[in-house]
C-alpha cells in the first residue's frame, strides 16, 4: 500500500498561513493526492485533491513538489474552526481500501 | 443536495446484542464504504459496497457485516456485541470505488456505546 507521512501536530496563529506538509514517497505516477480533515466528533470532510500541478479552491491550496514525493496544504488565513486533524490520502490501488493514517491535528490559537 | 445521512446518530446498546446501523448516500453515489473510529485506533476500514457488491473488506470479525441495496443504500450489522465495538461509525459514499480516484463524502457516524 502506498503511505504517506504527516507530523503528529502543528500549532498555527488566527489569521495566519497553516502550511501542512506531506511525505508520499512512493506515489506512483497516475495517483492522486487527496486532503480531509475531521473536525472532532465530525464525520471526515474532503478538501481537495491533485495530480501534479498545484490545486486551488474555496477551502485551500494544494502544493505538490515536481517529483511529487511530497505535498503540501496550504490554508490561506487559518480561523478557530480550522483547528482539526487533517488527513494526506492516496487513493487505493487495485481493490484495496482507502486508509487513513493519524494525520496532523492542527491547533489554530487566538 | 443533500449529504451522507446515516441512522441513527446515537445508540447504546448492551453487551450480546445486535445492531444495524444504516447509511443513505449522496444521491447518483453508488459506492458506500463503512469506517469504525475508536481513540485509541483512529479511522479503521470495514468494507466498501459497490452496486450491491462487496468490493473490499478490512480486518474485523465475522460479526461485521453489511449489505447494499439497489437504490445504494446499505446497512452494515454487528452482532453479539462486546464492549470493545463502543465507537463512532462512519459511512462515506463516492460516484465510483474509491480506487478510481474519486473523492468521498463523510455523514455524521452513528455512536455506539456498548454496556
Known amino acids: 500500500d502506498a503511505k504517506t507521512t504527516q507530523p503528529p501536530s502543528m500549532d498555527c496563529a488566527e489569521g495566519r498561513a497553516a502550511n501542512l506538509p506531506c511525505n508520499h514517497s512512493t506515489i506512483s505516477g497516475n495517483e492522486y493526492v487527496y486532503w480531509y480533515r475531521q473536525i472532532h466528533s465530525q464525520g471526515p470532510q474532503y478538501i481537495i485533491h491533485g495530480l501534479k500541478n498545484n490545486e486551488t479552491n474555496e477551502m485551500a491550496s494544494l502544493i505538490i513538489t515536481e517529483d511529487r514525493k511530497s505535498s503540501t496544504l496550504i490554508l490561506p488565513h487559518a480561523t478557530l474552526r480550522d483547528t482539526a486533524v487533517y488527513y494526506c490520502i492516496l487513493p487505493p490501488r487495485g481493490n484495496n481500501d482507502m486508509r487513513f493514517g493519524a494525520g496532523t491535528r492542527l491547533t489554530v490559537k487566538p | 443536495k443533500a449529504g451522507v445521512t446515516q441512522t441513527p446518530r446515537y445508540l447504546i446498546k448492551t453487551r450480546g446484542q445486535q445492531v444495524t446501523l444504516s447509511c443513505s448516500p449522496i444521491?447518483?453515489?453508488?459506492?458506500v464504504s463503512w469506517y469504525q473510529q475508536t481513540p485509541g485506533q483512529g479511522l479503521q476500514f470495514l468494507f466498501e459496497?459497490?452496486?450491491?457488491?462487496?468490493?473490499n473488506k478490512g480486518n474485523f470479525p465475522g460479526r461485521f457485516s453489511g449489505r447494499q441495496f439497489s437504490n445504494s443504500r446499505s446497512e452494515m450489522n454487528v452482532s453479539t456485541l462486546e464492549l470493545g465495538d463502543s465507537a463512532l461509525y462512519l459511512c462515506?459514499?463516492?460516484?465510483?470505488?474509491?480506487?478510481?480516484?474519486?473523492?468521498?463524502?463523510f455523514g455524521q457516524g452513528t455512536r455506539l456505546t456498548v454496556v
Open positions: 444521491s447518483g453515489h453508488r459506492s
Open positions: 459496497y459497490f452496486s450491491e457488491t462487496q468490493r
Open positions: 462515506a459514499s463516492s460516484l465510483s470505488w474509491t480506487g478510481a480516484n474519486t473523492e468521498a463524502f
